[in-house]
């Protein structure tokens, strides 16, 4: 039996073609694409471990279905133009595939679940509907040239002269190595096999998605039991401001240049605030999500639910009527005597594209300010280079001053999920003097906006402009009545890597030196940088129960009252 070791280099190459996506989305953490490998001490079964499952981007693997068909073609000498255009069929969706898994893993940091991509997709695509017919014509020119790069690969390797006993020998080990314990694996241990099977991936994955059925079981009783705070009676009720600071990640912290030029901004920002008689806590929280889908991450903060996925926020907001019984943290707010405000003010035609229903689900509000309630007349900041919307400097102030002319002697909440720092970071360079100005259709003002700018400089500029506009808001409001809670959704996606983690700030800034002291108890700084860096002290779901013990013990009735931390959210599987 006689190998030529140059065919074999030629094969594994060509191999690589499907696998090269994974390592340039991942080259910002593994710019080395050779895999790294110990054998130092190992048995032979660790050693074959080691090489079927390695943890790394590298491209070195074998689409089993699509070498599987090459070599069984190879083997019967079969040259028929229906079974070659067969492989190569195979060898597309293989491609497509495995590029989808590199997307999920790689970019947004979780494995790909079909049925929650699906759902993501389905909201994207919304987002993108200006531009819808661009994608289609990009996606059906990319699909035309992988079907052609994997036709020339397919008759180049129907072309090797390979021996029949190599072909043997190729199918045993694919075979070996690509189903060696592959059912036993969980689904999330699938992804770095060297043999990797995009149709046992995407079967498993389908399978994987309906974990969260069981949801639909859920009844009006499971639900009532969950509100522990629906009893409690308030002697005094603050204002509550909360602010989803969009891509507002611990890599403001963690990453030295990002820290080295924002240093200055946290200490102006501490001493800012502290000067107008404010009071602060800080620690990291933990989101369900790297980055992707905000939705699932302010909606754990809300309702007190680790909701990671968007199948199984479809469950529980759109397909079980009974979890309309269970009250989020504003659904409280609202049935203790609360206004509940949403400033939304994206423009551009995405009005009639949001799903209202959902949206009031999730934010409990009497009053929406969007795009139209702006009145907007200035200069457009464009979000995502796809909408429109005033700078968050202009929305959150008249939204503010809308607020002032509709409550009464009403408490209110207000939440703002800002825009200006979301990815590509297209934003405003600093606050203006007075917000005012900026509705006027011939003011200017400075922006990150030249997309040649380097990403990560970009970014540095839209965190320090969105942290200065809110700083400069809670302050010129000097409110002694208002809870302002500023937590971030998720890390900025492209610029954030792998030892970063998930983890993203939370700030609760009061005048109540009392309230705020008491989140020292759950291991929060008393200033703006948390006490913690290496790691989240909390995680986004057991905000809404921290939340409620300190607010209970300042402000009800009853503080004495013992309310569970309930760190990882409500128990699904409670019977209680």
Same mark, same amino acid.
């Given at each position: @039996?006689? $190998?030529?070791?140059?065919?074999?280099?030629?094969?594994?190459?060509?191999?690589?073609?499907?696998f090269?996506?994974?390592?340039l989305?991942?080259? &910002?953490?593994?710019?080395?694409?050779?895999p790294?490998?110990?054998?130092?001490?190992?048995?032979?079964?660790?050693?074959?471990?080691?090489?079927?499952?390695?943890?790394?981007?590298?491209?070195? /693997?074998?689409?089993?279905?699509?070498?599987?068909?090459?070599l069984?073609?190879?083997?019967?000498?079969?040259?028929n133009?229906?079974?070659?255009?067969?492989?190569?069929?195979?060898?597309?969706?293989?491609?497509?595939?495995?590029?989808?898994?590199?997307? @999920?893993?790689?970019?947004?940091? /979780?494995?790909?679940?079909?049925?929650?991509?699906?759902?993501?997709? !389905?909201?994207?695509?919304?987002?993108?509907?200006?531009?819808?017919?661009?994608?289609?014509?990009?996606?059906?020119?990319?699909?035309?040239?992988?079907?052609?790069?994997?036709?020339? +690969?397919?008759?180049?390797?129907?072309?090797?002269p390979?021996?029949?006993?190599a072909?043997?020998?190729?199918?045993? %080990? $694919?075979?070996?190595?690509?189903?060696?314990?592959?059912?036993?694996?969980?689904?999330?241990?699938?992804?770095? /096999?060297?043999?990797?099977?995009?149709?046992?991936?995407?079967? /498993?994955?389908i399978?994987?998605?309906?974990?969260?059925?069981? +949801?639909?079981? &859920?009844?009006?009783?499971?639900?009532?039991?969950?509100?522990?705070? =629906?009893?409690?009676?308030?002697?005094?009720?603050?204002?509550? %401001?909360?602010?989803?600071v969009?891509?507002?990640?611990?890599?403001?912290?963690?990453?030295?240049t990002?820290?080295?030029?924002?240093?200055?901004?946290?200490?102006? @920002?501490e001493?800012?605030?502290?000067?107008?008689?404010?009071?602060?806590?800080?620690?990291?929280?933990?989101?369900?999500?790297?980055?992707?889908?905000?939705?699932?991450?302010?909606?754990?903060?809300?309702?007190? %639910?680790?909701?990671?996925?968007?199948?199984?926020?479809?469950?529980?907001?759109?397909?079980?009527?009974?979890?309309?019984?269970?009250?989020?943290?504003?659904?409280?707010?609202?049935? &203790?005597?609360?206004?509940?405000?949403?400033?939304?003010?994206?423009?551009?035609?995405?009005?009639?594209?949001?799903?209202?229903?959902?949206?009031?689900?999730?934010?409990?509000?009497?009053?929406?300010?969007?795009?139209?309630s702006?009145?907007?007349?200035?200069? %457009?900041? !464009?979000?995502?280079?796809?909408?429109?919307?005033?700078?968050?400097?202009?929305?959150?102030?008249?939204?503010?001053?809308?607020?002032?002319?509709?409550?009464?002697?009403?408490?209110?909440?207000?939440?703002?999920?800002?825009?200006?720092?979301?990815?590509?970071?297209?934003?405003?360079?600093k606050?203006?003097?007075?917000?005012?100005?900026?509705?006027? !259709?011939?003011?200017?003002?400075?922006?990150?906006?030249?997309?040649?700018?380097?990403?990560?400089n970009?970014?540095?500029?839209?965190?320090?402009?969105?942290?200065?506009?809110?700083?400069?808001?809670?302050? &010129?409001?000097?409110?002694?009545?208002?809870?302002?809670?500023?937590?971030?959704?998720?890390?900025?996606?492209?610029?954030?890597?792998?030892?970063?983690?998930?983890?993203?700030?939370?700030?609760?800034?009061?005048?109540?030196?009392?309230?705020?002291?008491?989140?020292?108890?759950?291991?929060?700084? =008393? =200033?703006?940088?948390?006490?913690?860096?290496?790691?989240?002290?909390?995680?986004?779901?057991?905000?809404?129960?921290?939340? @409620?013990?300190?607010?209970?013990?300042?402000?009800?009735?009853?503080?004495?009252?013992?309310?569970?931390?309930l !760190?990882?959210?409500?128990?699904?599987?409670d019977q209680?």
């Amino acid at each position: @039996m006689i $190998i030529d070791i140059k065919y074999s280099l030629i094969f594994l190459l060509a191999m690589a073609f499907f696998f090269l996506p994974w390592y340039l989305l991942n080259i &910002k953490n593994q710019l080395n694409p050779l895999p790294n490998l110990a054998f130092r001490e190992l048995t032979f079964m660790q050693t074959l471990k080691q090489v079927y499952e390695k943890k790394s981007s590298d491209p070195f /693997r074998i689409p089993m279905g699509f070498a599987l068909g090459i070599l069984i073609l190879k083997l019967f000498t079969i040259t028929n133009v229906y079974f070659i255009n067969a492989i190569i069929s195979l060898g597309v969706i293989s491609w497509i595939i495995i590029a989808y898994t590199g997307i @999920m893993v790689y970019i947004f940091k /979780r494995i790909p679940v079909i049925n929650s991509d699906i759902d993501f997709l !389905k909201i994207g695509w919304t987002i993108v509907n200006k531009v819808q017919w661009i994608i289609i014509a990009i996606v059906i020119i990319l699909t035309f040239a992988i079907t052609f790069c994997i036709y020339k +690969i397919t008759y180049l390797l129907l072309a090797l002269p390979l021996s029949i006993y190599a072909n043997l020998i190729g199918i045993l %080990i $694919i075979l070996a190595l690509g189903l060696f314990h592959v059912f036993s694996y969980g689904y999330d241990s699938l992804h770095f /096999r060297t043999v990797f099977s995009p149709i046992i991936h995407l079967s /498993r994955s389908i399978k994987f998605g309906q974990r969260f059925n069981f +949801i639909l079981e &859920k009844d009006a009783t499971f639900f009532n039991k969950k509100n522990i705070y =629906k009893d409690l009676t308030f002697v005094n009720k603050p204002n509550i %401001i909360v602010l989803c600071v969009e891509s507002y990640g611990s890599i403001v912290f963690k990453e030295e240049t990002i820290w080295n030029s924002l240093e200055h901004k946290w200490k102006k @920002m501490e001493k800012d605030l502290i000067n107008n008689g404010f009071s602060i806590a800080s620690t990291l929280s933990t989101p369900p999500l790297f980055a992707g889908g905000s939705w699932l991450s302010y909606t754990s903060f809300l309702f007190g %639910i680790n909701i990671n996925d968007t199948y199984q926020y479809n469950l529980v907001f759109k397909n079980n009527p009974s979890f309309d019984h269970y009250q989020s943290f504003l659904q409280l707010l609202k049935h &203790k005597g609360y206004l509940n405000f949403l400033l939304s003010p994206l423009g551009g035609g995405y009005g009639n594209l949001v799903d209202w229903i959902t949206v009031k689900k999730n934010f409990a509000y009497d009053y929406c300010f969007d795009w139209d309630s702006m009145e907007y007349d200035g200069p %457009i900041h !464009k979000y995502l280079d796809l909408g429109k919307s005033p700078p968050d400097q202009f929305s959150i102030n008249k939204a503010d001053q809308l607020i002032s002319k509709t409550i009464k002697n009403n408490p209110y909440s207000m939440f703002f999920i800002t825009l200006n720092s979301h990815v590509p970071y297209s934003s405003p360079i600093k606050p203006e003097n007075n917000w005012k100005k900026l509705n006027n !259709k011939d003011f200017k003002y400075e922006s990150t906006g030249n997309k040649k700018q380097n990403l990560v400089n970009k970014y540095i500029k839209a965190i320090n402009y969105q942290l200065s506009t809110l700083t400069d808001f809670i302050c &010129k409001k000097s409110d002694d009545n208002t809870i302002y809670i500023l937590f971030g959704d998720h890390q900025p996606p492209f610029i954030t890597k792998d030892h970063h983690t998930f983890d993203t700030p939370i700030h609760i800034i009061s005048k109540n030196k009392k309230f705020v002291n008491l989140f020292s108890n759950f291991d929060f700084s =008393k =200033k703006i940088t948390p006490k913690h860096i290496a790691t989240g002290t909390m995680n986004h779901e057991g905000f809404y129960s921290m939340f @409620m013990i300190n607010f209970n013990k300042i402000f009800g009735s009853n503080p004495d009252i013992k309310l569970p931390y309930l !760190k990882d959210g409500i128990d699904w599987n409670d019977q209680k």
